[in-house]
Structure formats: C-alpha cells, structure tokens
C-alpha cells in the first residue's frame, strides 16, 4: 500500500505539468527530476555535499543527546533544580532554533560550526524533555526498595532509574534525529554553510529546477533512511521493553 500511494503522488506529479495546472519551468514533470536525481548520484559533488549534511546532522546530534541526557539525569533527580530551572526551560524551549541565525553567523560565519550550533540547540530540548518525563516517571517504590538494600546512588542510576529513563530517550533521539536533519539543510539553505542546503539554494538562483527538486528529493530520503534507522534502533535497544514485545507480537 506504501508504494501504491509513492506511485500515485508521483503520477499525480506528472500530471499537474502536463495538464499546465502548474508551469513547466516552475514545477518540472516528476520523471525529469528524477532523472536529475539519478544524474546526481554519479556525481563526486553530490555525495560530497551529503556528507557535509551527514556529518553536520551525526555530530549536532550526537553532542546534544549526551548532553541532554546527563543534564536531564542530574536535573529530573534533584527536585530543587526541577523548580529552579522549570521556568528557564519553559521560555528557552520555545525559541526557533532559526531565530539564532544571526548569532552563527556572527560568531562562526559560514562554517559547519553555524549549523552544528542550530542543530545542537533544537536537538537539546527534544531529548531533555523527555528524560525529564522519564527520571519523573520512576516508580518511588522501586527506589525506597533499592536503598533498603543498600544499592549506591549510582547503582539505582543504573537498575533503576535508567532502565525506566531509556525508553524516553529513545523517543527524544528518533524524534531529535529528524529535526537535526530539518535544521542542517535549513542552516545550509540559509547561511551557506556546505551541504545539500547551500546545493539547493545554488540550483535555485542557477535556474535548475529540475536539479533543484532533485535535491530536494534527495533530502527527503535521507530523512526516510533516517527514520528508518533510528526505529530499527530502538526496536533492537528496546527489545526487553512491553511495547516492543508487544508489537513484535502483534
């Protein structure tokens, strides 16, 4: 049913060319861009420049995860510094990550550092909500019960609080994983940085279209390959967990 409904956007495509429902030279026939598309993956250029992306989206990603997650630990344990921060994270959260363009551009200029900024601020707040909601979900039972027998803080880190934690957090890194994606070609396209982004931004002012959807196609699946992944991932991390089984089952 999936490739049914990928075939039929794709005929539809077609048509609304053909048809002049849209111009030609505005929306090009969806078989001319993915022509362009297959040109472009015999190109050096064209892999160079998802590397550039990849690289920005695997090392914003991967920083900011680590980060959230041991600041979500040592805040969402301490009921002192949930109140203490709970209203500094309320007004921060809600800031685009686009909005701090001007400051990348200011301090690193067009350089990967631009992006890996935006792509490390968004990523933060997904993953720390979310180990925030873990570490409070926690039963208190198992904790009291855990140090009546003696278990170190870092052990009932460790067999209690993680383990309930873990299934957050995999949420906050499948969803921070597609916005890392979102926010790297979004900084690329903006400021310029390298990457498929700034490849777009240059097909457009170019005048090729069709190169232009092409990579905009090209970014689409790298986000489906994403999203692939990061569920196969968690699948894999979550094997143990009633939701995983559960749906193995089913």
């Known amino acids: ?110 350089k990967i550092e631009s992006t890996l900024m935006l792509v490390m601020y968004a990523c933060f707040w997904q993953v720390l909500i979310q180990v925030l909601y873990g570490v409070a979900d926690v039963d208190n039972v198992a904790m009291q019960t855990a140090k009546s027998y003696g278990f170190s803080k870092w052990q009932r880190i460790r067999d209690v609080v993680f383990p309930t934690v873990l299934p957050y957090l995999m949420t906050g890194l499948r969803l921070a994983a597609s916005v890392a994606l979102i926010l790297a070609i979004t900084a690329e396209l903006v400021i310029g940085s390298p990457g498929l982004g700034r490849e777009i931004a240059l097909a457009q002012s170019g005048g090729a279209i069709s190169g232009m959807y092409a990579l905009i196609l090209a970014t689409g699946l790298l986000g489906v390959l ?4 990061m569920r196969f991932v968690e699948k894999r991390v979550l094997a143990w967990h009633p939701s995983i089984r559960g749906e193995a089952t089913v």
């Open 226 to 229: 994403i999203n692939v992944t």
């Open 1 to 110: 049913m999936g490739l049914i409904g990928v075939i039929g956007f794709l005929a539809i495509w077609e048509l609304i060319p053909a048809l002049g429902i849209i111009q030609a030279r505005y929306l090009p026939p969806a078989s001319e861009v993915l022509m362009a598309l297959v040109t472009d993956f015999g190109l050096t250029a064209f892999w160079e420049a998802v590397g550039e992306t990849m690289l920005a989206w695997f090392i914003g990603l991967t920083a900011s995860v680590a980060i959230a997650t041991v600041v979500g630990l040592l805040i969402g344990m301490s009921p002192f510094l949930r109140r203490f921060t709970n209203s500094t994270i309320e007004f921060l959260r809600p800031i685009p990550s686009v909005a701090l363009i001007p400051l990348a551009v200011l301090l690193f200029g067009v």
